[in-house]
């Protein structure tokens, strides 16, 4: 949900879902920003057909649907990507205390 003077609201079945939901986003207006930037306005874009932007939903679904084991570990939707940024700031001295589902080997 965008709130208009306040930002963004995101909701999921996890915490790491809901930051899943949020990066894409951050990610998507990040890429229309340059793209807009590098085509010197909206009238020099080319914009895909709606058939290509079905099978892109179709493919991007699919893809988030599949929840197969990755080394051992089910990965639900976000929390391969939440434990990541986890990792990533701890080694930067941050201690999360984030309780890691694929602990790294010592």
Not at 77 to 101: C, H, I, N, S, V
């Amino acid at each position: 949900m965008i709130l208009r003077n306040h930002g963004v609201v995101f909701c999921g079945q996890t915490i790491e879902e809901a930051w899943f939901y949020l990066m894409t986003f951050m990610t998507a207006v990040e890429i229309q920003f340059h793209a807009l930037s590098a085509a010197n306005g909206i009238e020099n874009l080319i914009i895909p057909s709606s058939d290509i932007l079905d099978q892109v939903q179709k493919v991007v679904k699919n893809n988030l649907a599949n929840e197969q084991p990755i080394d051992g570990v089910q990965w639900k939707l976000g929390e391969l990507e939440f434990e990541a940024e986890m990792r990533r700031l701890d080694l930067m001295g941050y201690e999360t205390g984030y309780p890691y589902k694929k602990p790294l080997n010592d």
